[in-house]
């Protein structure tokens, strides 16, 4: 149980054009989906926090007009990366969770990542 | 501020023998902790969590880490390392009442035959 995917697991687009990834928990409603940037040999960076019909919450310092975040449902978020510029190239981890009827959230559930590269 | 430290980048072992990934933490109030694996280009899996309870804590795999209040550390052992143990290893840290996870650095296991 507890599965989350990812699509596409790799990706490479022009410079000036978007891309949008999925997040999807396979076995779980989500009541919170996370997106993480990856750096080469680097830790994850939270990007933003997500919850299903509302707008995701921004980590300081990332661009919320550049990274779209749209949680449409309890089981799929999407991540846009809007006029994608060499820099933006990344890996892009999803992870989805639950909370418990006392309001305790579970541990958080990864996607396998995606791999963006733009040219 | 909030942080995790893991202080070696990595951390080289022979099979068969016992190893140590090193994680110490600077949270306030009593937090979750968490060690996740992760294998080349692929997400994280989690391996295991302390909440409450008994400070020695087992997981997948083999793994088990210990919860060291007084020393805040939450060491990932496991008794006899193979060679599939090598991997990208993080802990992370959930300060209470939040669902944001710290990570730490990473630390590269090498389990060499």
């Known amino acids: 149980g507890a599965v989350v995917s990812q699509h596409p697991s790799w990706v490479i687009c022009k410079s000036g054009t978007s891309v949008k990834i999925e997040c999807r928990s396979l076995d779980f409603q989500a009541t919170t989906m996370f997106w993480y940037r990856q750096f080469p040999k680097q830790s994850l960076m939270l990007m933003a926090t997500?919850?299903?019909?509302?707008?995701?919450?921004?980590e300081q310092g990332v661009e919320k007009d550049k990274f779209l975040i749209n949680h449409a449902s309890l089981t799929l978020s999407t991540l846009t990366v809007t006029s994608a510029h060499p820099e933006d190239s990344s890996f892009y981890i999803c992870?989805?969770?639950?909370?418990?009827?006392?309001?305790?959230?579970?541990?958080?559930?990864f996607g396998p990542g995606t791999r963006l590269t733009v040219l | 501020a909030q942080s995790v430290a893991q202080p070696e980048d990595q951390v080289n072992v022979a099979e068969g023998n016992p190893l140590t990934v090193k994680c110490t933490y600077s949270v306030s109030g009593n937090p979750y902790l968490f060690w996740y694996v992760q294998y080349p280009n692929r997400g994280l899996q989690f391996l295991l969590k302390?909440?409450?309870?008994?400070?020695l804590v087992k997981g997948s795999y083999g793994f088990e880490a210990e919860f060291n209040k007084s020393q805040t550390s939450f060491h990932l052992k496991k008794p006899s390392a193979l060679v599939s143990d090598s991997a990208l290893y993080f802990c992370?840290?959930?300060?209470?009442?939040?669902?944001?996870?710290?990570f730490g650095t990473g630390t590269r296991l090498q389990v060499f035959p």
């Open positions: 992870s989805a969770t639950t909370a418990d009827l006392a309001g305790y959230y579970n541990e958080q559930f």
């Open positions: 992370a840290v959930r300060p209470f009442n939040t669902d944001k996870l710290i």
């Open positions: 997500s919850n299903e019909g509302s707008k995701a919450t921004y």
């Open positions: 302390y909440i409450t309870g008994d400070n």
